[in-house]
């Protein structure tokens, strides 16, 4: 190597020294690595420094502290809170759920509104490294059931997310056990469960005033820690009093340890509704990844394996149990537990006996460690609230699906919504649902149903809307059948109360009950797997379920499906007759109303209420018919399976459907605006309303997603498809006859004639996404004959109007000069 002077060489000599001092002390990486070493020694003696400050276990935690034995040991010294940890804990998966204990009066946010309401729930890993503890956050959404070959790259691509560091503070049991200062953590804002996005959005929430809030207490026992914590939060909205600048809430956090191993999963079925947890599966085909997901169920293990292998009904080794929230008023307490107890029947199917049971939460003397915050506790949380609702949730294990604890949420208004609908769909037939009030028996029974159902839920079940469709509605009208089956095979469908039943029928039970389908269901999620693994259990399932391929009560219809037999609060298995008969009651009730809800010196308001409430009933049964028009049927079938899975209702079902709109919208429904009740309730704006029905209903029929399964109905199915131009034709005609138009009939021509406009001005194309097998199907409009379709009836229209045009005079003949300047206008747009 040349240099071209003595600087150069000085230089080089420079920088060969600086070169061999750096590898003569073992750091070779010359001198841009130099930084690297200071991070180095800063990092030791920030290690040194942890150290230094590690203190004995008895000069930490005296003898004055306050001390709770369990999972964690946990200690209070004076203002600070401890946790110990012992090193068998470590990397075990813990369930962390937060719920609200006491919340502002006043707040509006569903589901973030009540003491007892879940927050959020997360997975927590306790980890140790040198002298500090972390919290990692694992996920068992990647998973690899049979390739093991996988677990290291999948172990490569999922690195846990660290939520919180801790200094250890000391040491005990001989070193095996760490203790962590948790003071600051638990009274912050724990990362990663925050308060709803949306009620801090509502109330513009900001950060935690610390001075405001603390930990009230943390309490451990053998499978969980309780923490209590008083939070303040700095709010400029506040639900009640504005002036305060703040909103406080009561907030607990339990952490559960989860089983070491746990319980067998059991794969999803698609002909059974059930709850499950997802997952991306690398191993269960070596070729492509699977979704795959496991059911969410309680684990059910017979106490005597022998017995239970016979056939014979045992014991669970553990009993699944809800208790009541101490909160409830007294005398709904035993409807609620029936409610829960009822379940017991279907456990049956499964092979227990007793397998749940509920409870009264017990009270501070029988257990003063009892909470119903304990996320070792299933409970019915009642809540003093105006909502009409109640649901039923669970917390599952993200690794197999197991059900750790569930709190059904029930509002204490839910009773006025049943006491509505118990009236509207029944009083025809049912003197006891007539009244100012029910009687506290009828109530109970009332409850007892929606218990059940959200029961259902919790136990993992989702909506079986497809349930009902399995019986005939004429058996809905024998009091034999409905004594023996009630109204549908499953409590998990909307099949609410018996409204197909006419007066003189005789019909006594009216209500939803468990059935075949809910039997059939708990014994798929609960049946004991008898040693085989999760896919054989998995094939050995298929085989039994396809087994009840076609039979009507098994069915399960998806909620939100296009499949018209899958439908929220509809009856039987023909929803134009059952509306048939639902509107003839409805018809009946009507003009005595006030008569059946008369209370002395009562406001108006309850039976403006009730008329609400009619109205949406009716409502009900002309979306049920509307359900038919342009819909498809669904049946699962696996491949070796033969025979349609997606098939076209009927022409006759969907010409009977839009006769049906035709004779009970488009025909004036005067019935609905009886002129006595409305001097009584109505300050004008009930016609108005039965228009904006009428426009609605219309709209419905009329839709361009309908539209295109149409045209390929008749692509595909030719004569025997039920086409656009027959339902534009069968609409028209009933809207257009001119004999006797009026307020009515004048606006849904003029609606009409706005729709058709309406659906030519769309011309971009509708993309398919994941909801087109709920009915969004997608579509083309430049390419399809959909516009074509629609100038036809457009010019059908013209002509019409004009023949109608002949004759009239005064104000009916400028009606139809104005529907021919719409025409025009449209025309002018989209010419």
């Known amino acids: 190597m040349r240099y071209k002077n003595k600087l150069g060489i000085a230089l080089a000599i420079?920088?060969?020294?600086?070169?061999?001092?750096?590898?003569?002390?073992?750091?070779?990486?010359?001198?841009?690595?130099?930084?690297?070493?200071?991070?180095?020694?800063?990092?030791?003696?920030?290690?040194?420094?942890?150290?230094?400050?590690?203190?004995?276990?008895?000069?930490?935690?005296?003898n004055d502290a306050k001390k709770s034995t369990g999972l964690f040991n946990t200690y209070k010294?004076?203002?600070?809170?401890?946790?110990?940890?012992?090193?068998?804990?470590?990397?075990?998966?813990?369930?962390?759920?937060?719920?609200?204990?006491?919340?502002?009066?006043?707040?509006?946010?569903?589901?973030?509104?009540?003491?007892?309401?879940?927050?959020n729930e997360q997975l927590w890993q306790w980890q140790r490294r040198e002298n500090t503890v972390y919290i990692k956050v694992p996920s068992y959404a990647y998973i690899a059931t049979v390739n093991r070959d996988m677990d290291a790259a999948l172990a490569n691509s999922n690195a846990l997310p660290i939520l919180a560091a801790f200094d250890?503070?000391?040491?005990?049991?001989?070193?095996?056990?760490?203790?962590?200062?948790?003071?600051?953590?638990?009274?912050?804002?724990?990362?990663?469960?925050?308060?709803?996005?949306?009620?801090?959005?509502?109330?513009?929430?900001?950060?935690?005033?610390?001075q405001k809030s603390y930990i009230d207490t943390i309490k451990s026992f053998p499978e969980n820690v309780e923490v209590r914590t008083v939070k303040t939060f700095k709010s400029p909205v506040l639900p009640a009093d504005n002036s305060v600048g703040t909103m406080t809430f009561g907030l607990n956090t339990s952490m559960v340890l989860l089983p070491k191993v746990p319980m067998q999963a059991r794969y999803e079925n698609e002909r059974v509704g059930y709850f499950s947890n997802r997952k991306l599966?690398?191993?269960?085909?070596?070729?492509?990844?699977?979704?795959?997901?496991?059911?969410?169920?309680?684990?059910?293990?017979?106490?005597?394996?022998?017995?239970?292998?016979?056939?014979?009904?045992?014991?669970?080794?553990?009993?699944?149990?809800?208790?009541?929230?101490?909160?409830?008023?007294?005398?709904?307490?035993?409807?609620?537990?029936?409610g829960v107890n009822d379940w017991n029947s279907?456990?049956?199917?499964?092979?227990?006996?007793?397998?749940?049971?509920?409870?009264?939460?017990?009270?501070?003397?029988?257990d003063p460690t009892f909470s119903t915050e304990d996320a070792r506790y299933s409970v019915i949380r009642y809540f003093a609230s105006e909502i009409e609702n109640a649901y039923g949730p669970r917390i599952s294990d993200p690794r197999s699906g197991e059900i750790i604890e569930s709190h059904v949420g029930w509002y204490h208004n839910v009773m006025s919504l049943l006491r509505n609908w118990f009236f509207v769909q029944t009083a025809a037939i049912n003197e006891e649902a007539r009244g100012a009030k029910l009687s506290d028996e009828q109530m109970g029974q009332l409850i007892r149903f929606v218990s059940s159902h959200e029961l259902g839920h919790s136990l993992g079940l989702l909506h079986n809307f497809g349930s009902s469709y399995a019986f005939d509605v004429d058996s809905l009208r024998s009091p034999s059948f409905t004594e023996?089956?009630?109204?549908?095979?499953?409590?998990?469908?909307?099949?609410?109360?018996?409204?197909?039943?006419?007066?003189?029928?005789?019909?006594?039970?009216?209500?939803?009950?468990?059935?075949?389908?809910?039997?059939?269901?708990?014994?798929?999620?609960?049946?004991?797997?008898?040693?085989?693994?999760?896919?054989?259990?998995?094939?050995?399932?298929?085989?039994?379920?396809?087994?009840?391929?076609?039979?009507?009560?098994?069915?399960?219809?998806?909620?939100?499906?296009?499949?018209?037999?899958?439908?929220?609060?509809?009856?039987?298995?023909?929803?134009?007759?059952?509306?048939?008969?639902?509107?003839?009651?409805?018809?009946?009730?009507?003009?005595?109303?006030?008569?059946?809800?008369?209370?002395?010196?009562?406001?108006?308001?309850?039976?403006?209420?009730?008329?609400?409430?009619?109205?949406?009933?009716?409502?009900?049964?002309?979306?049920?018919?509307?359900?038919?028009?342009?819909?498809?049927?669904?049946?699962?079938?696996t491949k070796s399976e033969k025979g349609a899975v997606y098939t076209y209702v009927s022409k006759e079902k969907q010409q009977g459907a839009v006769a049906f709109v035709n004779k009970h919208v488009f025909e004036t429904p005067y019935w609905l605006l009886d002129t006595s009740l409305m001097k009584r309730i109505d300050y004008g704006t009930m016609a108005n309303k039965v228009q904006e029905m009428q426009n609605q209903v219309l709209t419905s029929l009329l839709e361009t997603y309908g539209?295109?399964?149409?045209?390929?109905?008749?692509?595909?199915?030719?004569?025997?498809?039920?086409?656009?131009?027959?339902?534009?034709?069968?609409?028209?005609?009933?809207?257009?006859?001119?004999?006797?138009?009026?307020?009515?009939?004048?606006?849904?021509?003029?609606?009409?004639?706005?729709?058709l406009g309406v659906m030519l001005k769309l011309d971009k194309p509708v993309?398919?996404?994941?909801?087109?097998?709920?009915?969004?199907?997608?579509?083309?409009?430049?390419?399809?004959?959909?516009?074509?379709?629609?100038?036809?009836?457009?010019?059908?229209?013209?002509?019409?109007?004009?023949?109608?045009?002949?004759?009239?005079?005064?104000?009916?003949?400028?009606?139809?000069?104005?529907?021919?300047?719409?025409?025009?206008?449209?025309?002018?747009?989209?010419?």
């Open 14 to 62: 420079l920088s060969l020294q600086a070169t061999v001092t750096v590898a003569q002390s073992g750091k070779w990486g010359g001198l841009v690595n130099l930084p690297g070493k200071v991070e180095s020694e800063k990092k030791e003696q920030s290690d040194k420094t942890k150290k230094d400050k590690i203190k004995k276990f008895e000069d930490l935690i005296g």
């Open 77 to 119: 010294v004076e203002d600070k809170y401890y946790m110990e940890i012992p090193d068998t804990l470590l990397n075990r998966d813990m369930l962390v759920v937060t719920r609200f204990t006491q919340t502002p009066v006043g707040l509006k946010e569903f589901r973030s509104q009540y003491g007892g309401e879940m927050l």
């Open 168 to 210: 250890i503070k000391a040491f005990n049991n001989g070193g095996k056990n760490v203790v962590i200062d948790v003071t600051d953590f638990y009274n912050g804002e724990i990362p990663g469960m925050p308060l709803p996005e949306k009620l801090k959005k509502t109330y513009k929430i900001a950060g935690i005033d610390g």
């Open 281 to 338: 599966d690398f191993g269960a085909n070596d070729q492509k990844v699977m979704r795959n997901a496991f059911i969410q169920r309680y684990r059910l293990e017979p106490s005597d394996a022998d017995a239970y292998a016979r056939g014979e009904l045992v014991q669970p080794k553990k009993q699944i149990v809800f208790y009541i929230d101490p909160a409830t008023p007294k005398k709904w307490v035993p409807y609620l537990i029936e």
């Open 346 to 366: 279907a456990f049956e199917a499964a092979g227990f006996k007793n397998a749940i049971v509920g409870k009264e939460a017990p009270t501070l003397e029988e």
């Open 484 to 637: 023996k089956n009630g109204t549908a095979p499953s409590i998990m469908d909307y099949a609410r109360f018996n409204y197909v039943a006419q007066p003189g029928d005789g019909v006594k039970n009216i209500y939803p009950k468990i059935g075949a389908y809910d039997r059939f269901a708990i014994d798929f999620g609960y049946r004991h797997h008898g040693g085989r693994t999760p896919e054989q259990d998995r094939d050995w399932w298929e085989t039994k379920i396809q087994e009840k391929a076609g039979d009507p009560l098994y069915y399960y219809g998806k909620q939100g499906s296009m499949d018209p037999r899958a439908q929220s609060e509809d009856l039987g298995n023909d929803a134009v007759k059952a509306g048939e008969y639902g509107i003839a009651n409805l018809k009946y009730i009507l003009p005595n109303l006030e008569k059946w809800t008369y209370e002395e010196n009562g406001s108006l308001e309850d039976t403006k209420d009730l008329y609400k409430d009619l109205i949406g009933q009716y409502r009900r049964y002309i979306n049920h018919a509307i359900a038919y028009v342009s819909a498809m049927t669904e049946d699962y079938k």
């Open 707 to 755: 539209f295109a399964r149409m045209i390929d109905n008749e692509f595909k199915n030719g004569d025997k498809a039920y086409t656009v131009n027959e339902l534009l034709a069968d609409v028209s005609n009933s809207i257009f006859r001119g004999a006797k138009d009026d307020m009515f009939k004048r606006g849904l021509q003029r609606a009409y004639v706005d729709r």
């Open 767 to 831: 993309q398919e996404t994941a909801y087109a097998a709920a009915g969004l199907t997608p579509y083309n409009p430049n390419l399809s004959d959909m516009r074509i379709l629609i100038l036809g009836a457009l010019n059908d229209t013209e002509v019409r109007v004009k023949k109608l045009t002949k004759g009239s005079k005064g104000f009916e003949s400028d009606h139809y000069a104005d529907l021919l300047r719409r025409i025009e206008a449209i025309r002018k747009i989209n010419s």
